[in-house]
């Protein structure tokens, strides 16, 4: 047996295998940790209920899941607000919650593309500069305007995501 054949065969042992769970595990732990639960976060206040489910749904979807591939898990949610979570709304800031686990774990956090980054940083500045215009009562022009480049930056968010998301009902892998 060659060098690389055994350490090709170390590498799917029982030990390693049962190690790296338990590290998914801290990592899914982690991300439950950052995942805010509705009514604790102070940002609730013009709701009764969550958007989608019941308090802490969120956070209980984050799992550890197999890839199918030997070697590899992953940590993430199915539920069907983790994007907005992660990315924000108009009205909710984003909390990039498996962003800061892959950052604090050393990783790069590919879930979601830099073009989807980008355009999510564009248009949380542009709403930004929506907001100071009309705080400090700038003209009706310079507000529309501001309008109007908030407008595009959601467009082109919006296109970034359909880009991301891939074709077919399952998007992208």
Not at 22 to 28: D, Y
Not at 72 to 93: D, K, Y
Request: aromatic share 6%.
């Amino acid at each position: 047996m060659t060098i690389e054949a055994e350490i090709a065969a170390g590498l799917h042992s029982v030990e390693i295998e049962h190690e790296l769970h338990k590290f998914a595990e801290k990592v899914r732990d982690y991300a439950r940790d950052l995942a805010p639960v509705f009514g604790e976060t102070g940002r609730d206040d013009r709701r009764t209920a969550p958007p989608e489910g019941a308090p802490g749904d969120f956070r209980e979807s984050i799992k550890v899941r197999t890839t199918g591939k030997p070697g590899h898990l992953r940590v993430g949610s199915n539920s069907p607000i983790a994007l907005w979570q992660e990315v924000g709304t108009r009205h909710f800031p984003e909390d990039a919650i498996f962003a800061k686990t892959a950052k604090y774990f050393g990783g790069t956090g590919p879930i979601i593309d830099e073009g989807v980054q980008h355009a999510q940083g564009r248009l949380r500045g542009e709403l930004e500069r929506l907001e100071k215009l009309a705080a400090a009562g700038a003209g009706a022009h310079h507000i529309a305007a501001q309008r109007r480049a908030v407008e595009q930056a959601r467009t082109a968010r919006s296109a970034a995501f359909k880009a991301a998301r891939g074709r077919g009902r399952r998007g992208r892998r």
